[in-house]
Nanobody
Framework: QVQLVESGGRLVQAGGSLRLSCAAS????????MGWFRQAPGKEREFVGYISRDGGRTVYADSVKGRFTISRDNAKNTVYLQMNSLKSEDTAVYFCAAGLGVVIHLPNRYDYWGQGTQVTVSS
């Protein structure tokens, strides 16, 4: 069992930066692949990025590639999402998710989810 808690979301101006954190409970955090997803009002949850359990591989959605960076610190049971050059279309609730044997882009292949943190980008 893994519990995830996101933090760091807030209102920010376009062009600004934010760093989201996702803190995990449990001793087995390092066994899990981690993903970040987001959901805007009236839209489906969409893939943002992925990091492998050892941090050696990252994958990003085309919409955020070059602007967002995922990292993790397994000693601190935390995964991060650094977001730069934010745009109004990045406004959404951001979720972290953990899974074993995930299909990177598919939300339903992740086993555990946080409650989400709101990011609002004003233009």
């Amino acid at each position: 069992q893994v519990q995830l808690v996101e933090s760091g979301g807030r209102l920010v101006q376009a062009g600004g930066s934010l760093r989201l954190s996702c803190a995990a409970s449990g001793r087995t955090f390092g066994s899990y692949d981690m993903g970040w997803f987001r959901q805007a009002p009236g839209k489906e949850r969409e893939f943002v990025g992925y990091i492998s359990r050892d941090g050696g591989r990252t994958v990003y959605a085309d919409s955020v590639k070059g602007r967002f960076t995922i990292s993790r610190d397994n000693a601190k049971n935390t995964v991060y999402l650094q977001m730069n050059s934010l745009k109004s279309e990045d406004t959404a609730v951001y979720f972290c998710a953990a899974g074993l044997g995930v299909v990177i882009h598919l939300p339903n292949r992740y086993d555990y989810w946080g409650q989400g943190t709101q990011v609002t980008v004003s233009s």
